[in-house]
């Protein structure tokens, strides 16, 4: 027959999905191994460190009252770190704050990314009116000034950390929705999803099968971008003192209690500040590294 | 309706609002399209960008709507078919195989996705199926978890097909199938075409703008200028003698491979007018040769005898 | 290859065979992460390999001028078209403003346009595909240059435009003489507009010739492949199969250790594993394959291998 005759008769290569080939990219991307290894610390620190370092964070010790870190003269390893004004083991507060720090960052950009991923999806594909109610949405959101009004939120309804995860996950989606709204126009006039319509697919299918796979690559980039964003945002709003409230600790609640030690006792700022600006530095890496990883991509 | 019409196309018109320069202004696209296709024959739709026949395809695929006038399928209106019953139906094939395949999809997925919107089989049987589909358009087996980042455009092109055909759909709107291609690669798609429409009987709808290649695979001619149909008929009859001059014109603009051939002078010039600001009267006077002001004031009505038809005031003439 | 002032020399191939960027080697615009290794570019007898950056400027626009495939991204949006010419002008050419601007009307009347006043003052996004590929080529008209490189000029427009314009340059070369190199991939378009023909597969000029005899007398089995895969109305039979090439084209990367063309061949033979040369067939028509079709005949020839020739 002469179809099968017509049959190329290339070299058969491995299949690789373009996930995959991306995944390779980045893993030999020098920004990513910096700041994963850096990263996967701070995460490794967070979940296995208030186990290896059981000490409470919260028991006060009024005897051992801002006693020095291990490496000056007179500190010693019953805390090496040292203790704050209440004698609280200073390790065992910066351990629960990179808890603190990365749960509410996580779990901001997983709302927030949610949020965002649907209206731009919707916005994107449907168009029209439909797109017209969305980028007004998106306005609106952008006219509030995130830090203000997280303030006025939190000063009404308390600082617990449910309500920082929402009120910053209900601040931080617009990025999301504008970069997924662009990415989804310019993916419905591709010929795969009208060729998904003609074949009769129902809405739910396209967008959650064909469409979304595509979007992966830029709500990665936006989401380590946002996670930095929520990251800082916590510890500006601790440092307020409208965020996580005592006796939980954050590292933003740290800087704040110590900024009256600033001349006297600089490592009890430098001590949460330094992982502070490692994670935030690390995630930024990731998220370099993540872009040029899939924008390579390129029509594959 | 003729008894072995499968699509009509009645008085299709569609408009749409584009913002050019700062001005609202409507657009149309199409201007009262009648067309008939009749059942296993592979209709050729012909014209230069923006004469509207990608719209009058997306209109006869149910996508768009028409903005008046009518397009049906069966005697059914195209957009009254729910999403299944359209799909069993017709199927397109894009010009762009780097478009029209998902690059997150495996081919087996993209092959056998009809199957599982339409909810039809096992996976034992949909993967018996995909095979059967995939050798059918010359595809290697082992093809089935490559992605289409991996294949070569006329490989590409055969899984498009593939997935068209696996639902054995009766209509095909093939929308430029080979001009993204490589020549050598180009004749390998057009006898693919050409042989599965013999062994399905399909009906096609063939768009293209490829004169050489209309003449090879279609069996009726509609040719298309700014929104209309200016002359549509039998391949042979319309290729032997056009009566439009635009048909002439396009006829005469084919560059044929062949030794001693010199370039055609055409008899029109000038570029294609705006369709914002269609001519008035006949939309090809300004670059027709034969205007004059008659062409100038009414838009000629189509006039037919048998199965050819134009839309001309001074036609030319038919060899005795 | 070589081209004669006046001549048109048709590079024939497709996609990734390296037509355009044998072509952009003479313009010394190779990209930046290419190598480019060559025994010989000369342009009126004066060697062009080796130029200085500085040297390649006075060059490029004035002595070789190149049209591009899509004039929608060869002409620069924000600038009138009046703002391009002009760049071009002032950059090579010693003339008053007066003059200059009387030599644009000029040139884009002698392109076919009919009212150049207006078009000079208009942005490219304003005008039509044809017009702006009119306007690319009266930019490179602008420098009388010796040698015109047309990269697919004609692919990106309609085919009555097409026409247009291929005639255009056919007219413009008698006035002015210029040698053009036309890069295509569509053996009609050469057919009527080119006297020579280089035929490109892989990487390798696979055959050479004048054009009227490559197309009713092709040597090589590429070319002869090509030629039938494509449909001519009246010569075709209607519906019947066409001819095609199987296989595919061989990755960039492969090593020239074997004919390029051997997996796809029609008839190969043992002796075809090794790298073809370019031979002979008469004085101006050769092909790279030991046993071409000549006079309808295969011919074995003595296999000579490529640093023989």
Known sequence: MSVTAAMPTDV????????AVALRRLLRHGNFRIGGTILGLIILAAIVGPWLWPLDPASQDLGHRLAVPVWSAKGTWLHPFGTDQL???????????????????????????????????????????????????????LTLPVVLVALVVVAVYGGSLPTLIVVIGLLLWDRFAVVTRSATQQLASRDFIISAQAIGSSIPRILFVELLPNLIGPLVVVATIELAHAVLLEAALSFLGLGVKPPLSSWGLMVAEAKNQLLFRPWMIAIPGTPLVALVLAINLVGDAIRDAVAADGRA | MKPDALITVEGATKDYIVHAEGVRATLRAL??????????????????????????????????EPSAGHVSLEGKAATDYDRLARAALIQPIFQDPYSSLNPRMTIGQIIAAPLVVRGRGGRRERHTQVMDAMRQVGLA??????????????????????RALIGEPEILVCDEP??????????????LIAELRARFSLTI??????????????????????????????????????????????????????????????????????????????????????ADAVCREIDPPPVGDGDTRFRCHHPLPTPA | MTLDAGETLAVVGESGCGKSLSAMAITGLVPPRAKLIADRIALKGKSLLGLREREWRGIRG????????????????????????????????????????????????????SSPETRLSQYPHQLSGGLRQRVMIAIALMCEPELIIADEPTTALDVTIQAQVLRLLADLQKEHGFGLILITHDLGVVAGAADRIAVMYAGQVVESGPTDTVLSAPAHPYTEGLLHSIPVPGRTARGAPLGFIPGVVPRPDAPHTACGFINRCSRPVSACATPIALMPIDPAHAARCIRPCLGGQIVERHPATETAA
């Not at chain 1, 949020?115 to 168009?127: D, E, H, M, R, S």
């Not at chain 2, 087996?141 to 593939?162: C, K, T």
């Not at chain 2, 080979?178 to 006898?191: E, G, H, P, R």
Request: charged share 20%.
């Open chain 2, 141 to 162: 087996e082992h093809l089935r978890n490559a992605y289409p980042g991996q294949l070569s455009g006329g490989q590409r092109q055969r899984v498009a097909i593939a």
């Open chain 1, 12 to 19: 058969p290569r491995a299949p690789q999905s373009p996930g």
């Open chain 2, 205 to 290: 709808v063939l768009i293209s703008h490829n004169l050489a290649v209309v003449h090879h695979l279609a069996d009726r001619v509609a040719v298309m200028y700014l929104g209309q149909i200016v002359e549509s008929g039998p391949t042979e009859k319309i290729f032997a003698s056009p009566r439009h001059h635009y048909t002439r014109a396009l006829l005469d603009a084919i560059l044929v491979p062949e030794a001693h051939r010199r370039l055609p002078r055409l008899t029109i010039d000038a570029e294609f007018p705006s369709p914002l600001t269609p001519p008035p009267g006949c939309a090809f006077h300004p670059r027709c040769p034969a």
């Open chain 2, 31 to 64: 201007r009262g399209i009648d067309l008939t296709v009749r059942r296993g024959e592979v209709l050729a739709i012909v014209g230069e960008s923006g004469c509207g026949k990608t719209t009058l395809s997306r209109l006869i695929l149910g996508i768009e």
């Open chain 3, 62 to 113: 004035r002595r070789i001028a190149v049209v591009f495939q899509d004039p929608m991204t060869s002409l620069d949006p924000c600038y009138t078209i009046e703002d391009q010419m002009r760049e071009i002008g002032r950059q090579h050419l010693a003339l008053d403003a007066r003059a200059l601007r009387a030599r644009m009307l000029d040139l884009l009347r002698q392109v076919g346009i």
């Open chain 1, 87 to 141: 004698g609280r083991d200073y390790l065992a507060r910066l351990l629960q704050g990179a808890r603190v720090s990365l749960t509410i960052g996580f779990l901001t950009v997983l709302l927030s990314g949610v949020i965002g991923t649907g209206l731009g999806v919707a916005a994107g594909y449907f168009g029209g009116r439909i797109d017209v109610a969305i980028n007004f949405l998106i306005t609106i959101r």
């Open chain 2, 178 to 191: 080979t001009s993204a291609l490589d020549v050598s690669v180009q004749s390998q798609i057009l006898n």
